[in-house]
């Protein structure tokens, strides 16, 4: 089954506006979540990441929220700008000591419309 | 630094061909992981390596997937008796495995296979 879901294949979002992308979990072990971003023949590029010690990161526009008892995060984007049309995966995973294997969501693609 | 490097960047094989793929991550990275890129799956897991060592390969298709990192330089994935929906991305990635970032995976850009 899917381990990391994201429920909305796609988002569209007014220039300035925020842009809230969902992802879901089913595995209690993770504990580092993450969201990568993803230009049309490009490869995912790191975007912001967060480990379950806390609920919540910001950095800038970024901000992602963690529930864990919900097994859900959440990446808010705000002051959305056509440059952060792209798709953006959400992963999850855990380190045991031997490294930490990330499990993607599908993607949602965020389209910001001028 | 010039990242993670993947070749060739296409590849177009005949069902029932091998197709061999491959990866230099980057220079200190100690664990290298292989992806597999489709519009239906989207990114899915095939196996990993830690200081070359094999640690998971769950997502390897048992009867025709290989992968071997015989060197901290260099990655390959084989797939023998290659077949039409064997079609995608192949991505490799490494991180460096540790520290504060170490679950932080720089990407390849990927090979593209083609079966036909």
């Known amino acids: 089954g899917q381990q990391v879901k994201q429920s909305s294949p796609s988002l569209t979002v007014q220039e300035g506006g925020i842009s809230i992308l969902n992802c879901d979990y089913e595995n209690d072990m993770f504990d580092y979540f993450a969201w990568y971003k993803k230009y049309p023949d490009n490869s995912p590029t790191l975007l912001i990441s967060?480990?379950?010690?806390?609920d919540k990161r910001e950095d800038g526009r970024l901000t992602v929220f963690l529930n864990k008892s919900g097994k859900h995060f959440s990446l808010h984007i705000t002051a959305s700008q056509p440059e952060d049309t792209a798709v953006y995966l959400c992963?999850?995973?855990?380190?045991?000591?031997?490294?930490?294997?990330?499990?993607f969501g599908g993607g949602t693609r965020l389209t910001v419309r001028p | 630094n010039a990242g993670v490097i993947q070749t060739p960047r296409h590849k177009v094989t005949g069902k029932g061909q091998e197709a061999t793929l491959w990866c230099e991550p980057i220079?200190?990275?100690?664990?290298v992981f292989w992806y597999r890129q489709t519009i239906v799956q989207g990114l899915e897991f095939l196996t990993y390596?830690?200081?070359?060592?094999?640690?998971?390969d769950s997502g390897m298709p048992k009867e025709r997937f290989s992968a071997q990192m015989p060197n901290q330089s260099h990655s390959t994935l084989k797939i023998q008796s290659t077949q039409p929906q064997d079609s995608a991305v192949y991505l490799c990635?490494?991180?460096?495995?540790?520290?504060?970032?170490?679950?932080?995976?720089?990407f390849g850009s990927g090979t593209r296979l083609t079966v036909l």
């Open positions: 990635a490494s991180s460096s495995g540790t520290g504060g970032s170490a679950e932080t995976l720089y």
């Open positions: 992963a999850a995973g855990w380190n045991n000591n031997a490294g930490a294997k990330l499990t």
């Open positions: 220079s200190g990275h100690s664990a």
């Open positions: 390596f830690r200081n070359q060592a094999p640690i998971d």
């Open positions: 967060v480990r379950s010690n806390v």
